[in-house]
């Protein structure tokens, strides 16, 4: 059974920044591709990011580049999403998942950025 837990969130000021994990189960971690989506308050989930199973950064929308990247530590199953300048516009639930929403989704994390 394929199960994710995301970590990491917290209320944050603008221009704070956060460092979200999420750790895998059940699954072949390391031959996957994994992505971080989110979903604010009223909105649909959205992608945010996408790393290879070899590590290379494969998508990142235009709202996060130059302030999210996204990393990944085969030995430890876990995905990252290092956070810089956040704005009060990510404030969402972050989860983990393959860039297809193949598997049940995690809890999430939430990530709050306000003054």
């Known amino acids: 059974q394929v199960q994710f837990v995301e970590s990491g969130g917290g209320l944050v000021q603008p221009g704070g920044s956060l460092r979200l994990s999420c750790v895998a189960s059940?699954?072949?971690?390391?031959?996957?591709?994994m992505s971080w989506f989110r979903q604010g308050p009223g909105k649909e989930r959205e992608l945010v990011a996408t790393?290879?199973?070899?590590?290379?950064?494969?998508t990142l929308v235009d709202s996060v580049k130059d302030r999210f990247t996204i990393s990944r530590d085969n030995a430890k199953k876990t995905v990252y999403l290092q956070m810089n300048k956040l704005t009060p516009a990510d404030t969402a639930v972050y989860y983990c998942?393959?860039?297809?929403?193949?598997?049940?989704w995690g809890q999430g994390t939430q990530v709050t950025v306000s003054s």
């Open positions: 790393i290879t199973q070899q590590g290379d950064i494969l």
């Open positions: 059940g699954l072949t971690f390391e031959i996957k591709h």
């Open positions: 998942n393959h860039p297809t929403k193949l598997w049940p």
